[in-house]
């Protein structure tokens, strides 16, 4: 088989249709230690609110899980476990003072058996103890237990509409423009999907229409659906004028402040001290069902792989290695990622064999980064190619 890569380096999240394959590399998942310090009264909670424990489902369709956060006030991000790898990480607004979220993580199983789910809330280096589910895969729903009870309370997600749609992952604002200087109009709840209509040109807020009304949600705590490549750049509205400006004149000189990443709305100040970063591999997007044309020797198909400083400090140099089937087929190095800011490699394969490919990518593999977390650099999507 022929692998041709093609890196581009976009601070921008994905347009293209989007899931996470279940982990095929052996990742070490750490004891989950909440720091004993911290009072018990400052940890999450984590509860799977749905599947049902020794829920049946089946490989290559898309499982939700929908967990509820108590406690939730300063959680920085969830992650979601499949058999001790990542198999997702959603990360929460830093100016998110709710009580209690909900987070919908989502994972496609790629092989039958039995599964182990485990959930995380972070909250800083306070985690909150997993919360676990024992899922079976099937071969095909044929093979599901007719008392299986189906899944409730997730969305229903059309593999086969190529609508451009957003997924709302945990409770989000749906302002009037693509920043927190606007009005908000209403908040989307966990699970909701619309139609995206527009976009920033760095993909870091969409447009959507939810029922008759037409406002912007920030891109990194939603999951992409459908054929998105037509999705036109809109010209946001004028920036709203703040209100109730103060006009004390001050008798010393004020300290400087600066704004990092657009989604993330943290200040800090030159003198504060600087925190860890914490690389993620966000979403590797791309076709899991390639098929070798009728006449044709192979195919070619772009892969988008979005690596995320959660964080809050600055990476610095990394490298994010790629590999197909356990091979390194290329290593980019990137400059620096700032506390919010994405990264998206997009790498062209072509495919000349039917068979199943892994495309592994590991982001700061040397760990040369010190970072909050070591478990969350390494996604994985799979490939099944058949010929016509």
């Not at 394969?349 to 590991?362: E, M, N």
Request: glycine content about 6%.
């Amino acid at each position: 088989m022929r692998v041709r890569m093609i890196a581009f380096l976009l601070l921008s999240l994905v347009l293209t249709a989007c899931n996470l394959g279940t982990k095929a590399v052996p990742t070490v998942l750490p004891t989950i230690t909440p720091n004993n310090n911290a009072p018990s009264t400052e940890r999450p909670v984590v509860q799977i609110l749905s599947p049902q424990n020794g829920t049946e489902v089946v490989v290559g369709e898309t499982v939700f899980v929908n967990a509820a956060i108590t406690n939730a006030r300063g959680v920085t991000s969830v992650q979601m476990f499949v058999n001790g790898n990542v198999a997702k990480v959603l990360p929460f607004a830093a100016d998110a003072d709710a009580d209690s979220r909900n987070a919908l993580l989502d994972f496609t199983p790629a092989s039958e058996g039995n599964i182990e789910l485990r959930v995380v809330a972070y909250k800083g280096d306070i985690l909150s103890e997993p919360a676990t589910l024992q899922l079976v895969v099937r071969s095909s729903i044929a093979a599901v237990t007719a008392t299986s009870a189906p899944q409730s309370n997730v969305p229903q997600i059309d593999p086969n509409d190529p609508t451009c749609r957003a997924l709302i992952n945990t409770g989000l604002n749906f302002r009037t423009g693509p920043s927190t200087d606007y009005d908000i109009i209403t908040v989307l709840s966990t699970g909701t999907l619309a139609p995206i209509i527009g976009r920033l040109g760095d993909n870091s807020w969409w447009m959507l229409r939810v029922n008759t009304r037409e406002g912007w949600v920030s891109a990194q705590y939603t999951t992409v659906y459908g054929v998105c490549n037509a999705v036109p750049i809109v010209t946001p509205p004028p920036s709203p004028t703040p209100q109730n400006q103060p006009t004390a004149t001050p008798t010393t000189s004020p300290t400087a402040t600066f704004t990092v990443a657009p989604a993330n709305t943290a200040t800090f100040t030159p003198t504060a001290t600087p925190g860890q970063p914490d690389l993620v591999i966000a979403n590797i997007t791309g076709d899991t069902s390639v098929i070798i044309p009728s006449g044709s020797s192979d195919v070619t198909t772009s892969y988008s792989i979005v690596v995320t400083n959660t964080g809050s400090g600055a990476s610095g140099a990394f490298v994010v290695v790629h590999e197909l089937n356990n091979v390194e087929i290329d290593s980019p190095a990137v400059s620096n990622l700032n506390p919010g800011e994405s990264i998206t490699l997009t790498v062209d394969i072509t495919f000349d064999a039917a068979g199943t490919y892994t495309l592994v990518s590991r982001a700061d593999p040397d760990n040369t980064v010190s970072e909050v977390s070591e478990v969350n650099n390494t996604g994985t999507i799979n490939v099944s190619v058949t010929a016509e």
